[in-house]
């Protein structure tokens, strides 16, 4: 599935959001505990607009985590709610914008608005298009047996099974490997 560019870059910010959270990580390791952390993140997911880079923001972006996780634990009526509440408490007013090196895309919060919420909203507002389009199929959970990351599957066939965050795939393989290699020696 192939959905327009903002879209797709936001649902990838909130994937490599929710997957900062310690019970997504194999290791139990919270992935966004210092400004530095939040910084990095910023270099991979860029937002325009107004930024503090401290402790409050910080505090704010993890609180956001919970949230968007609840995501991929619903189906997809499950979803319009959480997404309407998350449009309706970021005060969204979609508007078209052009900046930078991008051409018009969509802005559903003001630039002065705080970051955490502008994430918020604008993942939100690409799990509108997600529903929209019918394509719910395509956000999971990873297969991967001690994994519990989430990701979007943008795979033209929909055939993803695992994330891309702790290797899932490769180490999965190998495992499936392995086992029949275990039954052919018996």
Known sequence: ??????????????VALVNTLPDTDTEGVDR???????????VD????????????????VRGIRG???ALWDVDRDGAVPIVNAMLRDGRALPQLVIHDQFDWHIHATDDSAPLATRILVE???????????????????C?????????????????????????????????????RRARESA
């Open 32 to 42: 966004l505990e210092t400004p530095a952390d939040l910084a990095a993140f910023l």
């Open 123 to 141: 993942v939100a507002m690409a799990f509108v298009e997600v529903i929209r389009a019918d394509q719910w199929d395509r956000v999971r959970l």
């Open 67 to 69: 949230p968007l996780r």
């Open 45 to 60: 997911y860029p937002y325009t607009g107004t930024m503090t880079r401290d402790e409050a923001e910080l505090s704010a």
């Open 143 to 179: 297969d991967a047996d001690d994994c519990r990351s989430v990701y979007v599957d943008y795979s033209k066939n929909g055939s993803k099974r695992y994330c891309d965050t702790g290797n899932c795939g490769n180490r999965m393989n190998v495992n499936a490997y392995r086992r």
């Open 1 to 14: 599935m192939v959905f327009i560019r903002d879209t797709e870059l936001a649902l990838r910010a909130g």
